[in-house]
């Protein structure tokens, strides 16, 4: 529909087992210049309803077989057709008939013998009602989706400058400029591969997938807050310096999480969260911040634990030359049931020729 409906094709669905009925409504309707549509029984009119939506329906209420009462229960159980009015015609006068139509949903009431006047002035007053409602409906449609637009490119925006972050915090550890690609990539990798484990298959989605990788990129962004000369520092870092170095989990976290709202569109800066606080956390307890250990380690952080070694020890580093596949699996077997979660290592030594 346009933003104003064409008289002509307006179209009144007329609902009642008399035919005297359905011709007098018939032609009040033709009168006002719209167009009827006429039905015996609730069955046919729900029949003709698929075929072509009306407007508005002036049904009676007793009729054999499906009576007024349930057509527009029907109706109004339905999302297509719940915003049609519904004007109940009928010869009953008692108050607890025409409350019981209210109750189910039906706009008006118009008792018989009909008044040509009082079913225009009905008619008339429900379908301007109808248009009004569509039109905002249709407003609070675009604004919603004007919203949602607006929305995305903030996120999106978010998403960028933080990549930006994560970026500039690998080049001072003097990481690969492919490094925080890797690891996103990966991380799906392993993600997709859990998935299909019965360990795993009830907690990893496919939007777990989706997330795990555009939030893993930015599981060293603390670093960011960390002295170069720290990150780049060829030979081993006193205590002092160790200590300050592994604050990067706390820094990445708190920066992520002073940005976080609740509006964000899914779990996206949630799982970036407890990727860049909890990455360096041990399966056995041993790691940092915290100490955490075994399942109070969040099992994104797990997964990106154990793909961020991998892409470590696989890429070329200042101090030492990349290791193969092969290699780094043996290296990292050590670390099974001590670092990383064994269930997860396990299926990871099935597929890590897959990984990039």
């Not at 519904?86 to 118009?110: C, K, N, P, Q």
Request: proline share 4%; charged share 25%.
């Amino acid at each position: 529909m346009g933003n104003k409906i064409d008289i002509s094709a307006i179209r009144i669905l007329i609902v009642d087992d008399m035919e005297t009925n359905r011709v007098i409504l018939e032609q009040i309707i033709e009168d006002m210049g719209y167009q009827p549509i006429l039905a015996e029984t609730g069955e046919q009119a729900l029949g003709l309803i698929q075929k072509c939506m009306p407007h508005l329906v002036l049904s009676d209420i007793s009729m054999p077989g499906m009576d007024g009462y349930e057509l527009c229960r029907i109706l109004k159980s339905n999302a297509e057709t719940k915003e049609i009015p519904v004007i109940f015609i009928s010869a009953y006068t008692e108050a607890a008939e025409i409350v019981r139509g209210f109750d189910l949903g039906g706009e008006d009431y118009i008792t018989k013998p009909f008044i040509p006047e009082v079913v225009k002035a009905r008619v008339g007053v429900h379908l301007h009602l109808y248009e009004s409602n569509r039109k905002l409906r249709e407003m609070n449609r675009r604004l919603h989706a004007s919203v949602n637009a607006q929305l995305s490119q903030i996120e999106q925006g978010k998403k960028n400058v933080l990549y930006a972050l994560a970026d500039a915090a690998a080049e001072n550890a003097f990481f690969d400029k492919k490094y925080t690609k890797r690891v996103g990539e990966n991380c799906r990798v392993l993600a997709q591969s859990l998935q299909l484990s019965p360990l795993f298959e009830d907690r990893i989605s496919d939007s777990f997938v989706d997330t795990i990788e555009i939030a893993a990129p930015l599981c060293d962004i603390g670093n960011i807050a960390i002295p170069r000369e720290i990150l780049q520092k060829m030979s081993d870092l006193t205590k002092e310096e160790a200590a300050i170095a592994r604050r990067h989990p706390i820094m990445g976290a708190k920066l992520l999480s002073d940005i976080y709202t609740d509006k964000d569109y899914n779990d996206f800066m949630k799982m970036a969260i407890d990727i860049a606080g909890c990455h360096h956390e041990n399966w056995n307890g041993s790691g940092y911040p915290e100490g955490r250990s075994g399942e109070d380690i969040p099992i994104a952080a797990r997964i990106a634990s154990l793909v961020i070694v991998y892409c470590a020890l696989t890429e070329k580093r200042s101090y030492r030359p990349a290791l193969s596949m092969d290699e780094a699996l043996a290296v990292m077997g050590k670390d099974s049931g001590k670092k990383f979660d064994p269930d997860i290592f396990r299926i990871y030594c099935k597929i890590y020729r897959q990984l990039c």
